[in-house]
């Protein structure tokens, strides 16, 4: 039953970690850069788009005293139908230490291959009969992942924010958190991954934080993002995460890290090969 356990959580983590790079992707560079990968099939339609020609290798070079126009680049090719725009702006950046140099639709950034932040947050209840966790179900309009269960504040970090500034806003839209109550959450580490989906590459890098709220709280939908919350036993959740894939997908991977800090993973369960798996991902 141990392996059957670790092996049904251990697919959300691997799931996550499905792409190969460059496997047949073409390297995006801004100078000398790289900052995205792209399928072949779009690195032609952005050479036949644009002034730029394919590199020695098959890639695409923007020059870095051009990189003010990859938001008008982006925007056409959206148009031209390549992929939805958003209509909200992503910082590009060579890595999370560096600062951005440019900003790109958020609709690009899969086709691209951009790495893209977000943050989530645990938002969790103590009681009388143990831990809780406040959870979201998306809304049905939603364009990804429509109807999945989500954290009580998770988002994705616009350009010229940062972490704490998007989960102090998002706590407010999304689930009406008092400035009073989301200040108090702890940032418990980053988790990064490079997924295959439908709209394109994922390459994600999240900013995690717990949050521990009063019973009396209740978190109110406020921006339409979220259908209803619901209070959860933690060993509700545990379930959720190992039996099915009711979470939306980066969703189960803050949750299996939630549930090994809190214990709720044991050794018979695999928790070891857990945590070194999740820690290719996980960065304190």
């Known amino acids: 039953m141990a392996d059957d356990a670790t092996g049904m959580f251990m697919r959300h983590l691997r799931l996550c970690r499905n792409a190969v790079l460059p496997g ?25 788009k644009t002034s730029l020609a394919h590199d020695a290798d098959g890639g695409i070079t923007l020059p870095a005293g051009r990189a003010a126009e990859l938001p008008a680049i982006a925007e056409h090719l959206g148009q031209q139908g390549q992929y939805r725009l958003r209509g909200e702006a992503f910082d590009v950046r060579v890595n999370e230490d560096t600062p951005p140099i440019t900003i790109v639709d958020r609709g690009a950034v ?88 439908a709209e394109g590459l994922r390459r994600d890098l999240l900013y995690c934080y717990d949050l521990d709220l009063p019973e009396d709280f209740i978190p109110q939908p406020s921006d339409g ?20 894939d009711s979470f939306k997908f980066n969703v189960s991977l803050v949750l299996i890290d939630l549930f090994l800090r809190q214990g709720l993973i044991g050794p018979g369960d695999g928790a070891a090969a857990l945590r070194r798996e999740l820690d290719h991902n996980v960065s304190d």
């Open 225 to 244: 993002e979220v259908e209803a919350f619901e209070l959860w036993p933690i060993g509700r959740a545990v379930e959720a995460v190992r039996d099915g």
């Open 24 to 48: 047949e992707r073409l390297p995006f560079r801004i100078g000398a850069d790289a900052v995205g990968w792209l399928r072949p099939a779009f690195a032609g339609e952005l050479s036949r």
């Open 110 to 197: 899969p086709s691209f291959g951009i790495t893209s932040r977000g943050v989530h947050c645990n938002g969790l209840v103590e009681r009388a009969d143990g831990l809780h966790l406040w959870v979201a179900r998306r809304a049905a309009n939603k364009l990804l992942d429509p109807g999945k269960l989500d954290h009580i504040v998770a988002g994705g970090i616009s350009a010229g924010m940062g972490p704490l500034d998007t989960l102090l806003k998002e706590a407010g839209e999304e689930a009406a958190v008092p400035l009073a109550l989301i200040s108090q959450a702890r940032a418990v580490g980053r988790i990064r991954y490079d997924m295959e989906r």
